[in-house]
């Protein structure tokens, strides 16, 4: 391993000035260049207006259309609650509130970073160039890489409140349960958008009962703060909105990363489609369960956090790829865990073909499916119109992580890794929290005494 002083290194410095310039020129390019930049936000915005009227926006909060571009008509698609969440926007001038999203966009990648770092330290992993960087620089450049892969690029341009439900989520699963019970943060994600509360199969699988209890409770006083304060835009989300497929968009689009996203990219419809998503669906939560238990046994929040969001994207009908924020948090799972610790066990062909399955994925998803399907056909214009092959070609990456997660939770399976003797080992929750710089530098004074040990005893061994 390779330790990294308080000093910053003139290369990290840089990273740092780098980073601050990537953020600042790609807002400046979203306000001024692009024509749609922040576009979700922009909804998200008109939705809290919908509440006092704000510049004259009358619209119904739950209207069929906020706004139509071309042959994409945009509604509001959130639950109540999430319009009084952003009310505060509704009295900011646009300008301010796509700065704030920016701001905020920037920090949680940041922390996914020093999060990713501290994993790999513990790990015994140096990353590239660390040495020169120092561990801020490094981090710095974590987040670089980290904001200009897919789902965080995509994020940034529609100003996503993605990385909001990831910090929610982080959050609660690293942070110490003492006070506040767990699952309280993951109730406030649902009550946000609902996918998140499959992270309460992490609970389950834990038979953190108290913490199952917090969730539902946190995310029923949500749905009750909507109906009290909105008493009747909620009904019309609950009772109808909820189940409107129109609102959200084409399932067959290219860049849906579900299930049902990609078994349509392959040319299942009707009856085949539906026993294809339901058989599929109920494989993933089983296997995911089985590796979820696995990798509590190891201590390994990280990746069942990791892990989660992947089942997460995988179970909703629509899963556009941006909503895969957690994907490089999984990617570094793959690499730090599941390789070196699961998948070794698998029958050689197995793990070679979860190996090309994880770069597939990795490298297509970091692309994007909707850049691919654009390169297929040489446009990235008219691609609610895309033909076939390209929706399949631009697809294929979203099945290649399932599947990647899928040879994980077999590999969980194996009966080496369900004997294998794990004597309380210490979870790694406090990594992505307050004070995880010193366990990082602990690790490596551990690793450090460890490595002068063996070093010691091969001396005397030659002498």
Same mark, same amino acid.
């Given at each position: 391993?390779?330790?990294?002083?308080?000093?910053?290194? %003139?290369?990290?410095?840089?990273? %740092?000035?780098?980073?601050?310039?990537?953020?600042?020129?790609?807002?400046?390019? #979203?306000?001024? *260049?692009?024509?749609?930049?922040?576009?979700?936000?922009? *909804?998200?915005?008109?939705?809290?207006?919908?509440?006092?009227?704000?510049?004259?926006?009358?619209?119904?909060?739950?209207?069929?259309?906020?706004?139509?571009?071309?042959?994409?008509?945009?509604? /509001?698609? @959130?639950?109540?609650?999430?319009?009084?969440? /952003?009310?505060?926007?509704?009295?900011?001038?646009?300008?301010?509130?796509?700065? +704030?999203?920016?701001?905020?966009?920037?920090?949680?990648?940041?922390?996914?970073?020093?999060? *990713?770092?501290? @994993?790999?330290?513990?790990?015994?992993?140096?990353?590239?160039?660390?040495?020169?960087?120092?561990?801020?620089?490094?981090?710095?450049?974590?987040?670089?890489?980290?904001?200009?892969?897919?789902?965080? !690029?995509?994020? /940034?341009?529609?100003?996503?409140?993605?990385?909001?439900?990831?910090?929610?989520?982080?959050?609660?699963?690293?942070?110490?349960?003492?006070?506040?019970?767990?699952?309280?943060?993951?109730?406030?994600?649902?009550?946000?958008?609902?996918?998140?509360?499959?992270?309460?199969?992490?609970?389950?699988?834990?038979?953190? =009962?108290?913490?199952?209890?917090?969730?539902?409770?946190?995310?029923?006083?949500?749905?009750?703060?909507?109906?009290?304060?909105?008493?009747?835009?909620?009904?019309?989300? =609950?009772?109808?909105?909820?189940?409107?497929?129109?609102?959200?968009?084409? +399932?067959? /689009?290219?860049?849906? +990363?579900?299930?049902?996203?990609?078994?349509?990219?392959?040319?299942?419809?009707?009856?085949?489609?539906?026993?294809?998503?339901?058989?599929?669906?109920?494989?993933?939560?089983?296997?995911?369960?089985?590796?979820?238990?696995?990798?509590?046994? !190891?201590?390994?929040?990280?990746?069942?956090?990791?892990?989660?969001?992947?089942?997460?994207? &995988?179970?909703?009908?629509?899963?556009?790829?941006?909503?895969?924020?957690?994907?490089?948090?999984?990617?570094?799972?793959? *690499?730090?865990?599941?390789?070196?610790?699961?998948?070794?066990?698998?029958?050689?062909?197995?793990?070679?073909?979860?190996?090309?399955?994880? =770069?597939?994925?990795?490298?297509?998803?970091?692309?994007?499916?909707?850049?691919?399907?654009?390169?297929?056909?040489?446009?990235?214009?008219?691609?609610?119109?895309? =033909?076939?092959?390209?929706?399949? %070609?631009?697809?294929?990456?979203?099945?290649?992580?399932?599947?990647?997660?899928?040879?994980?939770?077999?590999?969980?399976?194996?009966?080496?890794?369900?004997?294998?003797?794990?004597?309380?080992?210490?979870?790694? &929750?406090?990594?992505?929290?307050?004070?995880?710089?010193?366990?990082?530098?602990?690790?490596?004074?551990?690793?450090?005494?460890? #490595?002068?040990?063996?070093?010691?005893?091969?001396?005397?061994?030659?002498?």
């Amino acid at each position: 391993m390779t330790r990294t002083d308080s000093t910053t290194p %003139i290369w990290g410095k840089i990273a %740092i000035v780098a980073l601050i310039l990537m953020v600042v020129c790609g807002y400046l390019f #979203e306000i001024l *260049i692009v024509p749609f930049g922040g576009l979700d936000f922009s *909804i998200y915005r008109m939705g809290a207006m919908t509440i006092f009227d704000n510049e004259g926006f009358t619209e119904d909060l739950y209207a069929p259309v906020f706004i139509e571009i071309g042959v994409l008509k945009l509604p /509001f698609t @959130y639950p109540p609650f999430a319009a009084l969440v /952003f009310l505060p926007f509704a009295f900011l001038p646009l300008e301010v509130g796509k700065a +704030i999203m920016v701001l905020g966009t920037t920090a949680a990648a940041w922390w996914l970073s020093a999060t *990713i770092y501290n @994993y790999a330290q513990t790990s015994g992993r140096a990353l590239p160039l660390q040495g020169r960087l120092g561990r801020t620089g490094t981090i710095a450049v974590l987040t670089i890489v980290v904001m200009l892969c897919g789902p965080w !690029r995509r994020t /940034f341009h529609l100003m996503q409140i993605n990385p909001l439900i990831m910090a929610l989520i982080l959050a609660d699963f690293v942070r110490p349960a003492t006070r506040v019970p767990r699952g309280v943060l993951v109730g406030i994600a649902g009550g946000l958008k609902l996918t998140p509360l499959v992270f309460g199969l992490i609970l389950l699988v834990r038979r953190d =009962w108290k913490g199952i209890a917090a969730l539902g409770a946190t995310f029923l006083a949500t749905i009750a703060v909507g109906f009290i304060l909105l008493p009747n835009e909620a009904p019309q989300f =609950w009772f109808s909105a909820i189940s409107d497929p129109s609102r959200v968009g084409d +399932i067959n /689009f290219v860049d849906n +990363i579900s299930i049902q996203g990609w078994l349509m990219h392959f040319g299942l419809k009707g009856t085949a489609l539906k026993l294809g998503f339901y058989a599929l669906a109920a494989l993933s939560i089983a296997l995911v369960a089985v590796l979820l238990y696995q990798l509590e046994r !190891r201590g390994k929040t990280l990746a069942q956090v990791a892990v989660t969001g992947t089942l997460m994207v &995988a179970l909703s009908p629509i899963s556009w790829s941006h909503h895969n924020v957690l994907l490089p948090l999984l990617l570094a799972a793959l *690499i730090l865990d599941a390789f070196p610790t699961f998948m070794v066990y698998l029958p050689s062909a197995a793990r070679k073909i979860a190996c090309v399955l994880a =770069w597939v994925a990795g490298v297509g998803l970091y692309i994007s499916p909707r850049i691919i399907g654009g390169i297929t056909q040489l446009d990235m214009n008219g691609l609610e119109f895309l =033909w076939a092959p390209g929706v399949a %070609i631009g697809g294929f990456p979203s099945f290649a992580l399932w599947a990647t997660v899928m040879f994980w939770a077999v590999a969980a399976l194996s009966t080496p890794v369900r004997t294998a003797p794990v004597e309380s080992a210490e979870s790694d &929750a406090p990594l992505g929290w307050w004070g995880a710089r010193a366990l990082v530098t602990q690790s490596a004074l551990v690793t450090e005494s460890a #490595e002068s040990v063996r070093a010691a005893d091969s001396r005397e061994a030659t002498a």
